[in-house]
């Protein structure tokens, strides 16, 4: 049994067409049938069912079977039709075929029926079959097209993305979102990142033709909004119609449709591309898949380019603590390092100005010590109790104080003629803490907000710690310096009294320790002895005598002469003064003089008898020095001598007594005056 068969017989023989019935049935076919007469019928039957075969009268009253093939044509079905007619006229057969009709049977010869309807059966099949692979040729052709042009516009984004990938990260992101936009109309493209420490989404870049009327809401990853979806799912979002989407925050009025797409890098969602047109459903499935792949390759180099610039700022921050190192090492002028240490301030952690506090530390009070990047030179009159204002508070708590915004705490500012000036927004006070102690505090000012990450805030710390070691180093050479001047001071005073004792006590040689500290330091200098030296034959004259407190008064003060015994203990005194002023270090230098000035160039004087160059220079000039104002001198057991007198004494003992080259320069001096 053949299968089913449905047939429109177009015939106005009702016998006609059951005799072909009848013809079919014995074929084998279980057929279905309608007859028809007329055009609007046949349409009509066109319309309600799909037909395998039609079977047309050549020749009937109210059309012919060339207009019934029209119809069929027009309607653009494809059913074999096969004409019978009554007579056999070979012109109308074969205008009929080349009208298209498939077969042309006589009625009296039915038996060719069933082999044509099997041949044009088969050939429909063939037809349809072609057909649906030349549909699917199409098919595939149109979408290779497709993938091609996608490739394409890959292609193209991917290459501004390389050329892009090396500048900074914000010149990055407007590279990204302006590729984006190439590919659609009527959209504007944001580039938001995910910041992990707070969970906002930070807008980087925002492009389009209507960028401008985008508000730029504030977004954050567990709020609302497809952007926060997106990355939260990882998936890519795809809204046709936002209005009647309840994820969606109106940001732009004239939007329509949004396509979010996560910015992935390995598993880690960092941020989302997003993308809205003011045009329903803009975006197709090739949009998703295009926007995908090259989701892909933006978030690779946005992570790259954001590796690059933190290692940049990071060796840029170490060399920046280095540089403060190596200042506080090669330099202990305070100013200097504060000057130094605030530049690295304003240009590592890009703050708009920073100034430095020092805790002056008998009034407990912070003072101004150095300032940058002021407009004005308010800051420079800063004076704040311990605990007073932020500043004192940060030094009293040793703590960090962050304001963020100190319009919003103008009361509690105490300066605020500095904040009405400078407009002030952002402010950091910064406790210095060196070995414990509180040594000032380090404030940062920011005319804008600033929204400080981790990193920031992690050298803000290390520039803190820096700037306390710099001020400690400087304030304790300071303390070093003064200490040691103060101690010069004071040993010099001590030389003074112990001298000027001794005179008192001496009555008669009054004025002569002064007398001859200056005139041996008026030869020391005309000969070119260095002032590093002068200062101890300055101290060593001033105690020439020193060792005379070891003698007796019956001894130093008689007014007589001495007895061998006498002199025995009067030759004691430059030994003592050696005994008395060797110990002390600070002296050492100055000894030649108490202890050789008794020394005789012919090695006759006392207390060791050096003789010639053995005796210290310092001690060979003020011999000379010291006899000339001792004979010229009154003495309890003698008057003093004439200039001449002395003068040729003198000469008479070069060589002798005396280094014959010092009495020529000392007679070259004693002339001068
Ligand atoms: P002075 O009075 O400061 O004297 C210092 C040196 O000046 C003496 O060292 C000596 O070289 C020289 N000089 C001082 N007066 C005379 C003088 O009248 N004639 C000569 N030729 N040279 C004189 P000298 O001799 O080693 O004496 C050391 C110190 O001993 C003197 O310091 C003085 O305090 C004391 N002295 C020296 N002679 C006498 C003396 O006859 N009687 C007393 N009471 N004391 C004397
Ligand atoms: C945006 O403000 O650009 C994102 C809005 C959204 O999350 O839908
Ligand atoms: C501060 O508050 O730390 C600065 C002092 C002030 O309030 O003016
Ligand atoms: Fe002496
Ligand atoms: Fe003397």
């Known amino acids: 049994m053949n299968s089913n068969l449905r047939v429109l017989f177009i015939e106005d023989s009702e016998n006609d067409m059951l005799l072909l019935l009848r013809e079919l049935q014995k074929g084998g076919y279980e057929v279905e049938w309608e007859r028809v007469q007329t055009a609007p019928d046949i349409e009509d039957a066109f319309a309600r069912r799909p037909w395998d075969l039609i079977v047309c009268d050549y020749s009937m009253p109210s059309m012919s079977a060339p207009q019934a093939l029209a119809i069929l044509q027009k309607s653009g079905l494809d059913i074999p039709f096969i004409i019978i007619s009554g007579t056999i006229g070979e012109e109308v057969a074969v205008s009929a075929l080349k009208s298209g009709a498939n077969d042309f049977l006589v009625k009296g010869k039915l038996a060719r029926l069933i082999p044509a309807i099997e041949r044009e059966m088969k050939e429909a099949r063939n037809r349809r079959e072609r057909k649906q692979a030349e549909d699917m040729l199409n098919r595939q052709d149109e979408e290779l097209r497709q993938r091609s042009n996608e490739l394409a516009r890959l292609y193209r984004a991917s290459e501004s993305l390389l ?33 992990k420490e707070t969970n906002e989404l930070e807008r980087l870049a925002i492009e389009g033709p209507y960028a401008s009327q985008v508000k730029n809401a504030k977004l954050n990853l567990n709020g609302s909004g497809l952007a926060a979806k997106a990355i939260r799912s990882g998936h890519i979002i795809n809204v046709p119609e936002v209005t009647a989407d309840p994820d969606y925050i109106r940001n732009w009025d004239a939007a329509r449709s949004e396509m979010v797409i996560p910015l992935q890098f390995g598993n880690e969602v960092i941020g989302a591309l997003d993308v809205q047109s003011s045009e329903p459903a803009a975006f197709e499935a090739n949009d998703e898949r295009l926007m995908t792949i090259f989701a892909e390759r933006a978030a690779l180099a946005l992570e790259r380019t954001r590796l690059h610039e933190q290692t940049l700022r990071q060796v840029e921050r170490l060399s920046s603590l280095r540089r403060i190192d190596f200042a506080i090492s090669t330099t202990f002028d305070l100013r200097l390092l504060l000057n130094i240490v605030l530049e690295q301030v304003l240009t590592q ?49 040793k703590r960090i104080i962050h304001i963020k915004n100190l319009a919003e705490y103008k009361e509690s500012f105490i300066r605020n003629e500095l904040l009405s000036k400078e407009n002030f927004a952002t402010y950091f006070a910064v406790p210095l803490i060196a070995k414990g102690e509180v040594k000032g505090v380090l404030e940062i000012f920011n005319r804008t907000v600033l929204v400080p990450n981790m990193e920031w805030l992690d050298f803000l710390d290390a520039l803190g710690w820096q700037t306390a070691i710099a001020i400690d180093n400087a304030l304790l050479f300071e303390g070093i310096q003064r200490s040691n001047l103060d101690l010069q001071l004071a040993y010099d005073a001590t030389i003074e009294g112990w001298s000027h004792a001794l005179d008192l006590r001496d009555k008669e040689t009054e004025g002569h320790t002064l007398r001859v500290t200056e005139m041996t330091l008026k030869l020391a200098r005309s000969i070119g002895i260095n002032e590093d030296q002068l200062i101890h034959i300055r101290r060593g004259a001033l105690l020439h005598d020193i060792g005379k407190m070891g003698v007796p008064d019956n001894i130093l003060l008689k007014p007589d002469k001495l007895t061998d015994d006498e002199w025995v203990i009067m ?103």
């Not at 990055?172 to 590919?183: F, G, M, Q, W």
């Not at 008998?362 to 300032?371: C, D, P, R, S, Y």
């Not at 010229?632 to 200039?643: A, D, F, H, L, V």
């Not at 003992?653 to 020529?664: I, L, M, R, T, Y």
């Open 349 to 397: 952690l890009s703050v708009d100005a920073a100034s430095v506090l020092l805790l002056q530390p008998g009034i407990q009070q912070l003072e101004f010590a150095a300032g940058r990047g002021f407009h004005s030179r308010i800051i420079e009159s800063t004076r704040l109790k311990l605990g007073e204002g932020y500043a004192g508070q940060s030094a009293l708590e």
């Open 163 to 195: 050329s892009g990938a090396m500048t900074n990260l914000t010149g990055l992101a407007s590279t990204i979102v302006l590729t984006v936009l190439r590919e659609f109309e009527h959209s504007n493209c944001s580039l938001l990142l995910l910041n």
């Open 571 to 673: 030759k004691r005194h430059p030994q003592f003064a050696f005994e008395m002023l060797q110990p002390i270090a600070y002296l050492k230098e100055a000894l030649d003089i108490p202890y050789c000035h008794h020394e005789k160039w012919d090695g006759t004087g006392y207390p060791r008898g050096l003789k010639g160059e053995l005796i210290p220079f310092s001690a060979r000039i003020f011999a000379i020095v010291d006899v000339w104002d001792a004979v010229t001198s009154n003495r309890p057991y003698r008057p003093g001598w004439t200039r001449e007198k002395a003068l040729e004494y003198i000469r008479d003992q070069s060589g002798k007594h005396f280094d014959p080259q010092a009495v020529e320069m000392f007679l070259k001096e004693i002339h001068i005056d």
